[in-house]
């Protein structure tokens, strides 16, 4: 496959978060999290520093609670692939304001940059839709990410699963807040909240 | 001792009091979302749940992404509880790192295998390190063994859960369910 044309994730997650207006946005451990905190800080971000593999499920529960919100989960192939059982999950409670996008660089940037799975065997669309998550597309262009995010927006509509294929370049980390506390006690406030 | 039997026998028994007691304190202390991962043990609970229309049951592949959905219930606003069995704490060593980090109101329900008249040989090895998994990981570990203490002992596990925040594991004895029973 060529890799020529492969997107630039910053550019990819800041052009999905642009219009998020009052999402919730889950960022998978490692480079997903620093993309989403160059997108802006955000009191709904819901970085993740560990828990690998629970980016969707921590999704998933915010959804459930949250029918009315968009729920948007950012996370990588690696990430996805430790939970993959999470897309049954989800396919079988088929949560309509969820949202799962997959930044597949086929590699574990985080700790030097072994392959997974994605480059060679697994398909993560087809494994989301043979999950049961009918809505599930790879996406190749800045057009087509600029056409599908308002999109997210769309409560009644999900789940939906996107695989974007973006270059293996690791960028320079952009440091999100990695106090758990603060980060889910400033999202509970934000919708309303107190604290116990 | 009493046995437990398969699922077609036991779908034909009442619902020990036990598991409508702890379905009451799971409804007082307001819960909304419920992952399992089944348990012969938790198969009435799980029936009440899944006829509740208050509840989410929340079927799970492996327990672990019980303890991330519960993390990002709390932070969307909701409360909820964990079923599993013994066998599944295993499974959730390392997601157990969110009941640290985000100091949510974590609350587990086990069913324990591997102990009083254990028949299978595979159920004991993790059902022996359960306690020890669950209080290395940061969670406080409260039991029930006899049908009248369930109540008071779950009622005390949602308390401290919920209102200070502080994981908690309940188990639920093998003398109390029932030791499984296989026959040929």
Redesign the interface.
């Known amino acids: 496959m060529s890799k020529a044309n492969l997107l630039e994730r910053r550019s990819v997650v800041s052009a999905l978060l642009s219009g998020r207006k009052d999402a919730i946005v889950v960022g998978g451990l490692g480079a997903s999290t620093y993309d989403i905190a160059a997108a802006g800080d955000h009191d709904r971000n819901f970085y993740l520093w560990g828990g690998m593999g629970g980016a969707v499920m921590i999704a998933l529960g915010a959804a459930l609670a949250q029918p009315k919100l968009p729920v948007v989960v950012i996370t990588g192939d690696g990430e996805m692939l430790m939970g993959m059982g999470s897309l049954a999950t989800v396919g079988l409670q088929k949560p309509s304001n969820l949202t799962i996008i997959v930044l597949d660089n086929e590699v574990y940037g985080e700790t030097g940059g072994q392959a997974s799975h994605t480059g060679a065997n697994t398909d993560l669309v087809g494994v989301a839709r043979a999950c049961g998550i009918s809505d599930a597309r790879s996406i190749a262009t800045m057009a087509e990410i600029e056409a599908f995010a308002p999109s997210m927006q769309d409560v009644s509509a999900g789940p939906r699963f996107v695989s974007i294929k973006i270059d293996s370049a690791n960028l320079e980390r952009v440091l999100a807040s990695r106090d758990g506390s603060f980060i889910v006690t400033r999202i509970r406030s934000a919708l309303g909240f107190a604290p116990i | 001792m009493h046995a437990r039997h398969d699922s077609s026998e036991n779908a034909a028994e009442p619902v020990p009091a036990w598991s409508e007691d702890i379905f009451s304190v799971l409804q007082r202390f307001d819960v909304?979302?419920v992952p399992y991962v089944p348990d012969a043990g938790h198969s009435q609970l799980i029936e009440r749940v899944l006829g509740e229309p208050s509840m989410?049951a929340?079927?799970?592949?492996?327990e672990?992404?019980?303890?991330?959905?519960?993390?990002?219930?709390?932070?969307?606003?909701?409360r909820?509880v964990l079923l599993m069995q013994s066998s599944g704490v295993g499974n959730c060593v390392?997601?157990f790192?969110?009941t640290q980090?985000?100091?949510?109101?974590f609350l587990t329900l086990v069913t324990m295998r591997g102990e009083w008249g254990e028949f299978n040989p595979w159920q004991v090895p993790m059902g022996s390190a359960t306690v020890d998994v669950l209080e290395l990981s940061g969670i406080k570990v409260l039991r029930a063994s006899h049908t009248s203490e369930v109540r008071e002992v779950v009622e005390a596990g949602a308390g401290q859960a919920y209102?200070?925040?502080t994981p908690t594991a309940v188990l639920l004895s093998q003398r109390l369910i029932g030791a499984k029973v296989f026959t040929r």
């Open positions: 909304r979302q989410r929340v079927p799970l592949t492996t672990e992404e019980g303890v991330a959905l519960l993390a990002g219930a709390w932070a969307g606003g909701q909820g390392n997601m790192s969110l980090i985000f100091r949510f109101p209102n200070a925040c």
